[in-house]
């Protein structure tokens, strides 16, 4: 293959790669509600299937908060051991691992059921999202 022909296969492999889609998704939690003791979560979840890779927008007001947390803590709406905190209104985690997540509000909420456990699955190129939802809570 001559010098014209290696710049052409370079330039479209450039294009090839440009034009793929990130599989990656963003999800707003509770959609236009957003994340608060009157959003129905369950609601929220049927049919999304996250991947790593997504990511997971929570809006909210100045009274609430996210925390990810442990399965443990999950289940007892317990904010002192967590992995991740944040008030400012506006949170977002990208999911980087596989397997069971967990993210609460403050305990007084997160007893009002305000409160989400997820499935990530591992991310691949053959992604479909039309599958049942990989969401509990």
Same mark, same amino acid.
Not at 2 to 23: R, S
């Given at each position: 293959? $001559? &010098?014209?022909?290696?710049?052409?296969?370079?330039?479209?492999?450039?294009?090839?790669?440009?034009?793929?889609? =990130?599989?990656?998704?963003? +999800?707003? @939690? !509770?959609?236009? +509600? !957003? #994340?608060?003791?009157? =959003?129905?979560?369950?609601? #929220?979840?049927? !049919?999304?299937?996250?991947?790593?890779?997504?990511?997971? @927008?929570?809006?909210?007001?100045?009274?609430?908060?996210?925390?990810?947390?442990?399965? /443990?803590?999950?289940?007892?709406?317990? =904010?002192?051991?967590?992995?991740?905190?944040?008030? %400012? $209104?506006? /949170? =977002?985690? *990208?999911?980087?691992?596989?397997?069971?997540?967990?993210?609460?509000?403050?305990?007084?909420?997160?007893?009002?059921?305000?409160?989400?456990?997820? &499935?990530?699955?591992?991310?691949?190129?053959?992604?479909? *999202?039309? %599958?049942?939802?990989?969401?509990?809570?």
């Amino acid at each position: 293959m $001559g &010098i014209i022909g290696q710049v052409l296969f370079a330039v479209l492999m450039v294009f090839c790669i440009a034009a793929v889609p =990130t599989l990656a998704k963003e +999800y707003t @939690v !509770g959609d236009y +509600y !957003g #994340w608060g003791v009157n =959003t129905n979560l369950y609601s #929220w979840l049927q !049919g999304k299937k996250f991947t790593v890779g997504d990511s997971l @927008v929570f809006e909210y007001g100045e009274s609430d908060s996210v925390y990810e947390v442990s399965e /443990t803590a999950y289940e007892d709406c317990d =904010t002192h051991e967590f992995i991740t905190s944040d008030s %400012s $209104g506006q /949170t =977002t985690i *990208r999911l980087e691992t596989p397997g069971k997540h967990y993210f609460i509000s403050n305990e007084a909420h997160c007893d009002m059921e305000m409160k989400l456990e997820i &499935i990530v699955g591992e991310a691949s190129s053959s992604d479909d *999202r039309s %599958s049942s939802s990989s969401a509990l809570l």
